[in-house]
């Protein structure tokens, strides 16, 4: 990949931040945009904006078609069968909860339980704890090990008649861990238990494939692949969405209204209640677009390359521990640390007086915080558009902090 060319399709790359040049390192919290995704955005504005399926002139066809098409781009790009698996949500978290209020409200009875992993984000979490406490339900969760990897022998000792719903996190937002998400939910799909994976760290990074995981459910955002805020994607397998009471009502998820009845719209508008985000389902098709033309195996193969080179680096600096895998074939693109001594915060803070962009705290996902005894982490996180030159920055800056804050014995 030439990294240099691929930087300039991105406008904010080349922005000075504290007079020096930007290096934007939160990617695991959101991506930055490529002209042709910012291109798409205002070209709908400018020459086609009608809502939805609704109106009968040329202007309502074309915004409808590029909607759809949208919908075509993600179920190519996940390799779902069909686009009626396809269901656009304004983010990971609204699809997470969508299943939780329908499928899981409708299906889930005091006694049951649900597996998730000590990994997930708060997103694939709180949803299944509140729904545990409304149902009467137990939530099993399965440990780490100390190297960073899911405790696989605890999770099958977990599973059971009574697992009705497995939730993952396909790669963790902390670790950088890709779980092995196929053999966990073969191991669920024995004990008849429905999975639900989340995708919003792995679909950025590494190709993704609906038909070959066998997930039952798997969600997604669009900003964390160079795609506009305010989209995301739930895929479920038809006969599940076939079988589910929509989620929100009123507009565009009916077909017919009378005031003694209700007949719901055909798959997948029955759960895209009122005017959809097809601003930002256009905006998706062009990240989509742009991240097939790299090619998802370039992409996945450079960020490790560079997590190699990250790992290697950051454990030079003074007083580092780094969580997760230490082998780099294990996680993608995303280190979490601390430096004894130093608060995460003031690292973000020394770092961002470097222009240098990282996120630090708990990154929504506390339980992971409390099993490795810290309240906080700073945590880099690479996409393809980063560079070696990038890390070493990010390394000197690490041993300024050092240099200030961590006198600490
Ligand atoms: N993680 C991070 O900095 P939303 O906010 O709905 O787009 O994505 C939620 C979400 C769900 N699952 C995982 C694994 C995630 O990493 C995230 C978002 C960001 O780590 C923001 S908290």
Same mark, same amino acid.
């Given at each position: 990949?030439?990294?240099? /060319?691929?930087? /300039?399709?991105?406008?904010? +790359?080349?922005?000075?931040?504290?007079?020096?040049?930007?290096?934007?390192?939160?990617?695991? &919290?959101?991506?930055?945009?490529?002209?042709?995704?910012?291109?798409?955005?205002?070209?709908?504005?400018?020459?086609?904006?009608?809502?939805?399926?609704?109106?009968?002139?040329?202007?309502?066809?074309? !915004?409808?078609?590029?909607?759809?098409?949208?919908?075509?781009?993600?179920?190519?790009?996940?390799?779902?069968?069909?686009?009626?698996?396809?269901?656009?949500?304004?983010?990971?978290?609204?699809?997470?909860?969508?299943?939780?209020?329908?499928?899981?409200? &409708?299906?889930?009875?005091?006694?049951?339980?649900?597996?998730?992993?000590?990994?997930?984000?708060?997103?694939?979490?709180?949803?299944?704890?509140?729904? &545990?406490?409304?149902?009467?339900?137990?939530?099993?969760?399965?440990?780490?090990?100390?190297?960073?990897? +899911?405790?696989?022998?605890?999770?099958?000792?977990?599973?059971?008649?009574?697992?009705?719903?497995?939730?993952?996190?396909?790669?963790?937002?902390?670790?950088?861990?890709?779980?092995?998400?196929?053999?966990?939910?073969?191991?669920?799909?024995?004990?008849?238990?429905?999975?639900?994976?989340?995708?919003?760290?792995?679909?950025?990074?590494?190709?993704?494939?609906?038909?070959?995981?066998? !997930?039952?459910?798997?969600?997604?955002?669009?900003?964390?692949?160079?795609?506009?805020?305010?989209?995301?994607?739930?895929?479920?397998?038809?006969?599940?969405?076939?079988?589910?009471?929509?989620?929100?009502?009123?507009?565009?998820?009916?077909?017919?209204?009378?005031?003694?009845?209700?007949?719901?719209?055909?798959?997948?508008?029955?759960?895209?209640?009122?005017?959809?985000?097809?601003?930002?389902?256009?905006?998706? /098709?062009?990240?989509?677009?742009?991240?097939?033309?790299?090619?998802?195996?370039?992409?996945?193969?450079?960020?490790?390359? +560079?997590?190699?080179?990250?790992?290697?680096?950051?454990?030079?600096?003074?007083?580092?521990?780094?969580?997760?895998?230490?082998?780099?074939?294990?996680?993608?693109?995303?280190?979490?640390?601390?430096?004894?001594?130093?608060?995460?915060?003031?690292?973000?803070?020394?770092?961002?007086?470097?222009?240098?962009?990282?996120?630090?705290?708990?990154?929504?996902?506390?339980?992971?915080?409390?099993? !490795?005894?810290?309240?906080?982490?700073?945590?880099?996180?690479?996409?393809?558009?980063?560079?070696?030159?990038?890390?070493?920055?990010?390394?000197?800056?690490?041993? /300024?902090?050092?240099?200030?804050?961590?006198?600490?014995?």
């Amino acid at each position: 990949m030439d990294i240099e /060319k691929i930087r /300039k399709d991105f406008p904010v +790359l080349s922005r000075m931040v504290r007079d020096r040049p930007l290096v934007y390192l939160d990617n695991a &919290a959101t991506t930055q945009k490529p002209a042709a995704v910012i291109e798409a955005i205002t070209g709908l504005y400018r020459n086609y904006n009608a809502n939805v399926h609704r109106g009968v002139y040329l202007l309502a066809e074309e !915004c409808t078609q590029a909607y759809e098409d949208s919908r075509e781009a993600v179920r190519r790009f996940i390799n779902a069968g069909s686009t009626e698996e396809i269901v656009f949500t304004r983010n990971a978290t609204e699809a997470l909860n969508l299943i939780a209020y329908t499928w899981a409200e &409708a299906n889930l009875r005091a006694g049951d339980e649900i597996v998730v992993t000590i990994m997930e984000h708060h997103s694939n979490y709180v949803p299944w704890f509140r729904l &545990a406490r409304r149902k009467g339900a137990v939530i099993r969760i399965v440990p780490a090990r100390k190297d960073g990897e +899911l405790d696989m022998d605890a999770y099958r000792s977990l599973l059971s008649s009574r697992t009705k719903l497995v939730g993952i996190a396909h790669m963790s937002n902390v670790f950088g861990t890709i779980n092995p998400v196929k053999e966990m939910i073969a191991l669920a799909h024995r004990q008849g238990a429905a999975v639900v994976v989340d995708g919003a760290q792995s679909a950025p990074h590494i190709r993704i494939d609906m038909q070959d995981l066998d !997930c039952d459910f798997f969600a997604l955002s669009g900003h964390k692949m160079l795609g506009p805020t305010g989209i995301g994607v739930l895929y479920a397998k038809s006969s599940y969405f076939k079988s589910m009471e929509p989620f929100l009502s009123g507009g565009e998820m009916i077909l017919r209204v009378t005031l003694d009845d209700i007949v719901y719209n055909d798959l997948p508008w029955k759960f895209e209640a009122g005017t959809p985000n097809y601003e930002g389902a256009i905006g998706l /098709k062009a990240a989509i677009e742009y991240l097939e033309a790299l090619g998802m195996d370039t992409i996945e193969a450079y960020e490790r390359e +560079l997590t190699t080179y990250a790992l290697e680096k950051m454990r030079t600096v003074p007083d580092i521990f780094v969580y997760g895998p230490s082998d780099p074939s294990k996680k993608c693109g995303i280190v979490a640390f601390n430096i004894r001594g130093v608060h995460s915060h003031d690292i973000g803070t020394i770092l961002d007086s470097e222009g240098i962009a990282i996120r630090a705290g708990h990154h929504c996902a506390q339980p992971l915080m409390i099993d !490795c005894g810290v309240s906080a982490m700073a945590r880099a996180s690479f996409y393809f558009y980063n560079t070696r030159q990038e890390i070493d920055m990010l390394v000197k800056a690490l041993n /300024k902090a050092k240099g200030m804050f961590g006198h600490v014995a």
